[in-house]
């Protein structure tokens, strides 16, 4: 009768076209893992993108052009000049020359005889423009979407159905059940079956923030996940702006860059482009820890105290202090991101024990870039070609 014959539909019927590959997150790992599904001619999907902050870039973040986030790459890192290439995106050199100014612990401050910095390669608009650009492209793909402002709450395997089949249109939806493996709940109450999802979060965060994650993943796996560091996840990132490059008309020769034991910042580069002065510092997890222990936040009168104390008199008034808090970032850092801080986790997922379709594509999953933007590429590469293979 019918019913047989449609149940026999059924079982020709792998419906997978049907089934979306599941992205969570559009930092440079999500979105780059959708750049290459979709320039594949041979999936036959739609790639569907979730990312819970109203921008998309994730630790790629550049408000006006100056990093907050992600900065540099190196000439070591193939898959970024590659990118960079094809993107059209203007990239300059890290400033190297001039001398470095130093401060000890006790306080006493003195300049170098060289800069502290190194070769290295930044973005003329901040690393942001690399994923604004992927995120203009993939909005001009018909099989892609990516939904800013929308998180994915929880992540559940999908069972077979019943077997009962009476209709073409369950039939349909019978077989497109049998061939997903997840069903996916974003904040905005969205159910959507997947065949893959990719994780493209700092894994400690997802296992924190995604419900049912954990009980997807073997008990050794979901251990490593849990404990995987966050990049930069426990630092805040400041820049500090001025109206002139004034280091360059300082008789000392600086460049900008400074070093410090007694912070909060520790280390401090230039990030000048053209004729626009910038600085940036990083404060480390043990001075923000220290902070929120004792319920207080770094200032921008303790930005510029560190300055007057490096740069002295020659130094003029700043035009914006912008300080980026990454460890209170709640679609950045998990609640315990002070206490991660074992780097040896980088890497550990990417050939760990894992649901078949479920995928991490985090820098923190590069074996050998974790971290780096570069570790970014190399895990979403990785995914898509085991999607791609599926």
Not at 130 to 144: F, G, M, N, Q, S
Not at 182 to 199: C, K, N, P, Y
Not at 287 to 293: E, H, P, S, Y
Request: negative net charge.
């Amino acid at each position: 009768g019918i019913n047989a014959e449609y149940g026999t539909l059924c079982k020709l019927q792998t419906m997978t076209s049907l089934l979306p590959v599941v992205i969570v997150g559009a930092g440079l790992g999500g979105l780059m893992t959708a750049n290459l599904l979709s320039q594949d001619a041979t999936l036959n999907r739609p790639v569907r993108v979730f990312e819970a902050r109203e921008r998309v870039g994730g630790r790629l973040f550049a408000p006006d052009g100056l990093d907050l986030g992600g900065t540099w790459f190196w000439r070591n890192e193939r898959r970024m000049h590659a990118l960079v290439y094809e993107l059209n995106v203007p990239v300059l050199d890290q400033r190297t020359h001039g001398r470095a100014v130093v401060e000890q612990r006790n306080g006493q401050v003195h300049v170098t005889d060289s800069s502290v910095d190194f070769e290295a390669n930044r973005f003329v608009s901040g690393a942001g423009s690399v994923t604004d650009r992927l995120a203009e492209l993939l909005e001009a793909r018909p099989r892609v979407d990516v939904h800013t402002d929308t998180a994915v709450s929880a992540i559940e395997p999908v069972h077979s159905g019943n077997g009962h089949t009476s209709t073409a249109t369950e039939c349909q939806d019978e077989a497109v059940s049998a061939a997903a493996r997840f069903r996916v709940t974003t904040s905005d109450g969205e159910q959507v079956l997947a065949r893959h999802v990719v994780i493209a979060l700092p894994p400690s965060l997802a296992t924190e923030s995604i419900k049912g994650l954990v009980d997807l993943l073997p008990e050794q796996t979901a251990r490593v996940a849990s404990n995987t560091p966050v990049w930069m996840g426990g630092f805040a990132k400041v820049v500090v702006s001025w109206d002139n490059k004034w280091w360059d008309e300082d008789d000392r020769g600086l460049s900008g860059a400074a070093m410090s034991q007694k912070g909060p910042m520790v280390e401090l580069h230039n990030i000048e482009v053209g004729d626009q002065a910038a600085i940036f510092g990083f404060v480390p997890p043990s001075v923000m820890q220290g902070l929120k222990n004792n319920n207080q936040k770094l200032t921008n009168d303790d930005i510029e105290g560190q300055l007057r104390r490096l740069f002295g008199s020659a130094m003029p008034n700043p035009s914006r202090i912008t300080i980026q808090d990454w460890s209170s970032e709640e679609f950045t850092s998990p609640s315990n991101v002070f206490q991660l801080q074992n780097t040896g986790f980088f890497g550990r997922l990417a050939n760990a024990d894992l649901p078949d379709g479920l995928h991490f594509a985090s820098t923190e999953t590069s074996s050998r870039f974790g971290g780096h933007m570069e570790g970014a590429l190399e895990a979403a590469e990785r995914t898509a070609q085991k999607i791609l293979k599926d």
